[in-house]
T-cell receptor, first 117, second 113 residues
Framework: AQSVTQLGSHVSVSEGALVLLRCNYS??????LFWYVQYPNQGLQLLLK??????LVKGINGFEAEFKKSETSFHLTKPSAHMSDAAEYFC???????????????FGSGTQLTVLP | EAQVTQNPRYLITVTGKKLTVTCSQN?????MSWYRQDPGLGLRQIYY???????DKGDVPEGYKVSRKEKRNFPLILESPSPNQTSLYFC????????????FGSGTRLTVV
């Protein structure tokens, strides 16, 4: 079984400040990990993914995330927040091919990011 | 343009009246899936499909049906909707299922009264 915990359902940062959204996962096998972003009244857009290559993953819009196996974490960061980053962010996990159960993404409950002027 | 198209975007219906939400993708993806999104619960998978005529239950399949007769289409059927199925629904597709990440539709907001 796999699960995702996103710490903080709401995060507020000032424009230009560091963005840090936390994600911890639970998986019985090495996972694939994803961050998605959802803007108001839109579907989900893939920000970045970790699929067992480099542990530091760069995504779109200046976001990046680091896979830390020892901490079972995949936190999302951006050095300088922009007003357009205000959205809801979802972390998701899936099991890799070898497990035979790579059938679905399991999502966290989401973190709403507010960017203050 | 590569996309997943859901219809309708908004739907208000009454308890017990059968409805279908359509989903179509133009990317020749093998994998398709339905999710529902509820506040504080994130997205939960309802059903998924690995290919034509191959479907399986996700985490919350009760009250829903799906079919996959063609590769591009994956409709979600609520045979007897109830108020607890009021939610935001997303269809998604991928070449390699969850491992490759999904492309999501714009969502269908369903209200059952």
């Amino acid at each position: 079984a796999q699960s995702v915990t996103q710490l903080g359902s709401h995060v507020s940062v000032s424009e230009g400040a560091l963005v840090l959204l936390r994600c911890n996962y639970s998986s019985s096998v090495p996972p694939y990990l994803f961050w998605y972003v959802q803007y108001p009244n839109q579907g989900l857009q893939l920000l970045l993914k970790y699929t067992s290559a480099a542990t530091l993953v760069k995504g779109i819009n200046g976001f990046e995330a680091e896979f830390k196996k020892s901490e079972t974490s995949f936190h999302l960061t951006k050095p300088s927040a922009h007003m357009s980053d205000a959205a809801e962010y979802f972390c998701a996990v899936s099991a890799p091919i070898s497990s035979g159960s790579a059938r679905q993404l399991t999502f966290g409950s989401g973190t709403q990011l507010t960017v203050l002027p | 343009e590569a996309q997943v198209t859901q219809n309708p975007r908004y739907l208000i219906t009454v308890t017990g009246k059968k409805l279908t939400v359509t989903c179509s993708q133009n990317m020749n993806h093998e994998y398709m899936s339905w999710y529902r999104q509820d506040p504080g619960l994130g997205l939960r998978q309802i059903y998924y499909s690995m290919n034509v005529e191959v479907t399986d239950k996700g985490d919350v399949p009760e009250g829903y049906k799906v079919s996959r007769k063609e590769k591009r289409n994956f409709p979600l059927i609520l045979e007897s909707p109830s108020p607890n199925q009021t939610s935001l629904y997303f269809c998604a597709s991928s070449f390699r299922g969850a491992r490759g990440g999904y492309t999501f539709g714009s969502g269908t907001r369903l209200t059952v009264v």
